[in-house]
Nanobody, 116 residues
Framework: QVQLVESGGGLVQPGGSLILSCAASGIFFSIYDMAWYRQAPGKQRELVAAITTDGRTNYEDSAWGRFSISRDNAKNAVYLQMNKLKPDDTGIYYC??????????WGKGTQVTVSS
């Protein structure tokens, strides 16, 4: 059974930092590109950051220079380091592993709230 389990969310003040983790099980982790998505209140889920199997990364515009995605294949984990957080970063963050044909494995998400 495939599981993606996110952790590390919480309440943080503007300008603060968080590290999100996603632990994968039930898949041969190293062959999957991985990604983090965010769903803000009242908005559609959007891609925040992605990392390929060979470590190439990509970010949505507002995340460039503030967020960093990484992976540890030995631990079957992907991380999202988030710095200089803004209220607009608030949302549920989901771990994603695309499997082709528009399908993907998803975690259940972790809530990030940026507020003073």
């Amino acid at each position: 059974q495939v599981q993606l389990v996110e952790s590390g969310g919480g309440l943080v003040q503007p300008g603060g930092s968080l590290i999100l983790s996603c632990a994968a099980s039930g898949i041969f982790f190293s062959i999957y590109d991985m990604a983090w998505y965010r769903q803000a209140p009242g908005k559609q889920r959007e891609l925040v950051a992605a990392i390929t199997t060979d470590g190439r990364t990509n970010y949505e515009d507002s995340a460039w220079g503030r967020f960093s995605i990484s992976r540890d294949n030995a631990k079957n984990a992907v991380y999202l380091q988030m710095n200089k957080l803004k209220p607009d970063d608030t949302g549920i963050y989901y771990c994603n592993a695309p499997i082709g044909n528009g399908m993907a494995y998803w975690g259940k998400g972790t809530q990030v709230t940026v507020s003073s």
